[in-house]
């Protein structure tokens, strides 16, 4: 490793702060750079997801260049802290926020982008940097620790090899994501189209010539715009006989629904179950390998359909002494604080503290359909949340909610034409985390140098 390098990064980089504005700069303007965007990716999207009123001198002073890193300067806690996310193409006018720093490479730089994005990930780098945060009120870094700070490379066509091994597993799992994304897409268009546009049921009047109802006459004019092949009634006939083909008016919604469908209260088609935790002083409750048990947080930033488990387990000791409850695969698992809306599908027995309310589908109604009316329902069950500090929804809230339910056949109908689609997820999920795991063995191994990449990509052991 004779030809490797050690630098301090003062040497290969300039420090920078960057912007703190107020809320009400947001939303507008040009790119910025959010916490989360650096916190939750190895390198930055290609859309940036906020928008800031910038001026041209900080658009100036904070730009956004290829090679650019950036670190979360100050957070709760160590783990959170000198999260970082690389910069792979110069972002027009954009900015970045005064929560991370900048580390934009000096001229004499021999550093390659891609290699240092998967570098400042690795433990090795993330435990020097947990080793020299200063801790307050809040875990930060500052200019001193940065420049202390150590980085070693290799020659730049190994960094490049490197990077293309590590970069070739991302790839994949990015090709996974927007898979899963596709696939949820086209479920949540058919629950719409089923059960919120009632398009089986238009259809059906129109061919009946049933009266439609006024509020809905202009989704009846698209329908009558759409060729047969689109149409349930001609592609697939006796499922299009399961719908009815009229509508009646409901006084509790004040809007027209399909006739022979019910308004119903949540807590008439799920059981609605609450969360606890396990005193954290009590270290005998919580373990690596136990009762799989969720907070909000694990959900924040959590982009799959079904999940496994969380950042904690729990024993039975500490499931026994808390109010968490065992919930069985299938349960829909809905956050009602801290915030409101995060959901997933357990895969296996769970159970979550007490900033979720979720649905164990034990009353005839599918998983598939629970999940699919609480993410169309979000904003209704928002708006019955309580609280001055943070909202939340109670138990009691959520379970009186209403909600449309079809026939029981139907209701069968769509969870069975989703079964292959949420087996496909599933598929694509556990191989995302099989890449990722293998991206995160080999990572260590590669930028320490005790696994050496010749440049024509082919490990060898040093």
């Known amino acids: 490793m004779s030809e490797w390098k050690e630098s301090t990064l003062d040497e290969e980089y300039e420090f920078t702060s960057g912007l703190s504005k107020s809320r009400d700069q947001f939303g507008f303007g040009h790119g910025f750079v959010s916490f989360k965007d650096v916190f939750y990716n190895y390198f930055l999207p290609s859309e940036l997801g906020e928008l800031a009123n910038t001026t041209e001198k900080e658009q100036k002073s904070c730009s956004v260049k290829r090679g650019d890193v950036f670190l979360t300067r100050t957070s709760e806690t160590f783990n959170e802290l000198g999260m970082s996310s690389v910069a792979l193409k110069d972002y027009d006018r954009a900015t970045f926020n005064g929560f991370t ?137 006796s499922l299009a006989a399961q719908f009815p083909a009229s509508f009646v008016f409901n006084e509790t919604l004040g809007k027209w629904i399909p006739e022979g469908w019910e308004m119903k209260r949540i807590e008439d088609i799920a059981t609605v179950v609450g969360g606890g935790t396990p005193s954290t002083r009590v270290e005998e409750y919580y373990t690596d390998n136990g009762i799989p048990w969720l907070s909000p947080k694990d959900l924040s930033g959590y982009e799959w359909k079904f999940i496994r488990k969380g950042a904690s387990d729990i024993t039975e000791l500490g499931l026994k002494n808390s109010g968490a409850k065992l919930m069985p695969p299938g349960s829909v698992l809905f956050s009602s604080r801290a915030p409101i809306g995060y959901m997933a599908i357990a895969e296996n027995e769970i159970c979550t503290n007490q900033g979720f309310k979720s649905l164990v589908p034990d009353k005839g109604v599918p998983t598939e359909y629970l999940y699919q ?90």
């Not at 809040?138 to 970069?167: F, T």
């Open 101 to 237: 720093k900048r580390l934009r490479p000096k001229q004499n730089s021999k550093i390659w982008p891609e290699y240092i994005g998967y570098y400042f990930r690795s433990s090795f780098f993330r435990s020097l940097v947990t080793s020299m945060a200063t801790m307050t009120t809040r875990a930060s870094l500052n200019n001193e620790i940065l420049s202390k700070l150590k980085v070693k490379y290799p020659p730049l066509s190994e960094q490049k090899a490197i990077a293309n091994i590590l970069g070739s597993l991302d790839e994949k799992n990015e090709l996974n994501r927007k898979i899963n994304q596709t696939l949820e897409a086209m479920a949540k268009a058919l629950f719409k189209s089923w059960f919120v546009d009632f398009d089986p049921v238009i259809d059906n009047a129109l061919a009946q010539e049933n009266d439609i109802p006024e509020e809905l006459q202009a989704r009846a004019e698209k329908r009558k715009g759409l060729s047969d092949s689109k149409k349930l009634f001609d592609t697939n006939p």
């Open 373 to 462: 009316l609480l993410k169309s329902n979000t904003d209704k069950i928002e708006a019955v949340a309580t609280g001055s500090t943070f909202k939340e929804v109670s138990g009691s809230a959520l379970k009186g909610i209403e909600v449309l339910v079809p026939s029981s056949k139907l209701l069968v109908e769509f969870s069975e034409k989703l079964k292959p689609s949420n087996e496909r997820q599933l598929t694509v999920q556990n191989e995302t985390k099989t890449l990722t795991q293998l991206r995160d063995r080999l990572l260590p191994e590669l930028i320490s140098g005790r696994v050496r990449v010749k440049v024509k990509e082919e490990l060898i052991s040093k």
